[in-house]
């Protein structure tokens, strides 16, 4: 009888130190909209480039800016919906949005991802664009891996598959915007679908 | 015989056991923290951060946000090391029977 109690002990031990330092919040439904966006970002860059006159990506046309812009465009609706829907879904559980594990969360993501960030801007700078796609893959998956300390779900899993492809993608740098679409698009609509069933639907 | 002895007498209470659950994970807690993860009432939280105080299992600064005064808990070493044989010392009796 006495070691009933004990594993009742133990469960509760592990229930409060997930709940005191996971943020529980992230959405699914967000991961599903930050892949749709990466795709309709994609296909019109893809139309853009194929319609025009060289039919590829020169590095300082116009039509690289507006790629440019279009990938800006696609990460700033991703995070404003990420937020959206993290918030909405913080307040219908009655979590707070903003405390420390949040905060932990946010600073283990970015640090991998402001680096990656940095250092891509860079290369860009010394016409070495060719890695791109896959700088942009392993950073991303990188932060995902080390955020996912601080956050239950699965996300650690969409890190891995990201570092995954990017390193392929290295070493098939032609396929890069392929790859773009696979680890942006694809996997974010899997992941955040995944996510959706298991943790927001009911 | 051994076994039981690790049993942490200091431990043997739920909130107490919960307390040091949340700062064994966390830097620090406040005491409001504290007192929504837990569930418990304000007098009940203070009489056991009290008591884990009182072994040195639990470190307590006082300061003062703004106006607010505010309370913060994290483990000691000894605390650290005592919460995490009496976890081991949980596990074996388990596994005992």
């Avoid at chain 1, 309709?40 to 440019?68: E, K, N, P, Q």
């Avoid at chain 1, 779900?153 to 570092?163: H, N, V």
């Avoid at chain 2, 002895?5 to 005491?31: P, T, W």
């Amino acid at each position: 009888m006495e070691s009933k109690d004990y594993l009742k002990d133990i469960s509760e031990i592990k229930d409060l130190m997930n709940k005191s330092s996971r943020f529980i919040s992230l959405s699914g439904l967000s991961g599903i909209l930050a892949g749709i966006y990466a795709l309709i970002g994609a296909t019109i860059a893809y139309w853009l480039v194929t319609t025009s006159v060289r039919g590829y990506l020169i590095l300082d046309g116009t039509i690289f800016r507006i790629c440019f812009a279009i990938l800006l465009g696609v990460a700033f609706l991703s995070i404003v919906t990420g937020i959206y829907l993290t918030t909405k879904k913080a307040k219908k559980n009655n979590e707070k949005i903003w405390d420390s594990s949040s905060k932990r969360l946010l600073f283990n993501f970015l640090v991998p991802l402001i680096t990656g960030g940095i250092y891509i801007l860079i290369i860009l700078n010394q016409e070495r664009y060719g890695h791109t796609a896959a700088l942009m893959l392993i950073f991303y998956g990188l932060a995902l891996v080390s955020a996912s300390k601080y956050s239950i779900g699965d996300i650690k899993y969409l890190g891995f598959t990201e570092i995954i492809l990017g390193l392929i993608c290295a070493l098939i740098p032609s396929y890069g915007f392929w790859f773009w679409v696979l680890g942006f698009g694809v996997m974010h609509i899997v992941y955040g679908t995944w996510m959706y069933f298991k943790y927001d639907k009911n | 015989m051994s076994i039981i002895n690790n049993i942490n007498k200091a431990f043997d209470h739920r909130i107490r056991l919960g307390i040091m659950s949340i700062l064994m994970v966390n830097e620090y807690a406040d005491f409001n923290m504290l007192k929504e993860l837990l569930d418990v009432t304000d007098g009940n939280l203070a009489s056991h951060t009290k008591a884990l105080e009182n072994v040195e299992y639990i470190k307590v600064e006082k300061q003062f946000i703004g106006r607010k005064p505010n309370t913060r808990y994290s483990t000691t070493k000894l605390g650290a090391l005592e919460f995490k044989k009496h976890i081991d010392a949980l596990e074996k009796l388990i596994n005992k029977q």
